[in-house]
């Protein structure tokens, strides 16, 4: 786990007054919230289980794409590290062998991510949905 440092009043409201101010009405105007300036309250609408499709939508068991590219430069900067400190059994591999295998790691990584985007694409010529919400 991570330490969470407390957030700053000053913090607070500068979020506070740009969702009310500004983003809460755009998403009640697109009919995604139903937002009451009045009374302070926000809900979601129906139409806000569309946008589902633009969220980055991770299984339990799973991580995202983004954390899996993380995860791998610094396995791959340890691997580096390795070979350039010379460390015991990274000093047996010739640095262009080294270079090939994390050539190799990113270019494998990137055609599997290619082909479960494309096999998570929707419609298929790959248009997205539309924006538009039924009212």
Same mark, same amino acid.
Do not use: N
């Given at each position: 786990?991570?330490?969470?440092?407390?957030?700053?009043?000053?913090?607070?409201?500068?979020?506070?007054?740009?969702?009310?101010?500004?983003?809460?009405?755009?998403?009640?105007? /697109?009919?995604?919230?139903?937002?009451?300036?009045?009374?302070? #309250? $926000?809900?979601? &609408?129906?139409? %806000?289980?569309?946008?589902?499709?633009?969220?980055?939508?991770?299984?339990?068991?799973?991580?995202?794409?983004?954390?899996?590219?993380?995860?791998?430069?610094?396995?791959?900067?340890?691997?580096?590290?390795?070979?350039?400190?010379?460390?015991?059994?990274?000093? /047996?591999?010739?640095?262009?062998?080294?270079?090939?295998?994390? #050539? $190799?790691?990113? &270019?494998?990584? %990137?055609?599997?991510?290619?082909?479960?985007?494309?096999?998570?694409?929707?419609?298929?010529?790959?248009?997205?949905?539309?924006?538009?919400?039924?009212?």
């Amino acid at each position: 786990m991570f330490r969470q440092e407390a957030v700053t009043y000053d913090q607070r409201m500068r979020v506070y007054t740009a969702l009310r101010q500004s983003h809460l009405p755009k998403l009640d105007d /697109a009919d995604i919230v139903s937002f009451d300036d009045r009374e302070g #309250t $926000v809900a979601l &609408t129906d139409a %806000a289980a569309k946008l589902d499709v633009y969220i980055d939508v991770v299984p339990h068991e799973d991580i995202s794409w983004s954390t899996y590219y993380a995860g791998l430069g610094i396995l791959c900067a340890g691997f580096v590290s390795g070979l350039w400190l010379g460390v015991t059994p990274f000093s /047996a591999i010739p640095p262009l062998v080294g270079a090939l295998v994390i #050539t $190799v790691l990113f &270019t494998v990584s %990137a055609l599997v991510h290619a082909r479960y985007d494309r096999r998570m694409r929707l419609g298929s010529d790959g248009t997205p949905p539309s924006m538009e919400v039924d009212r």
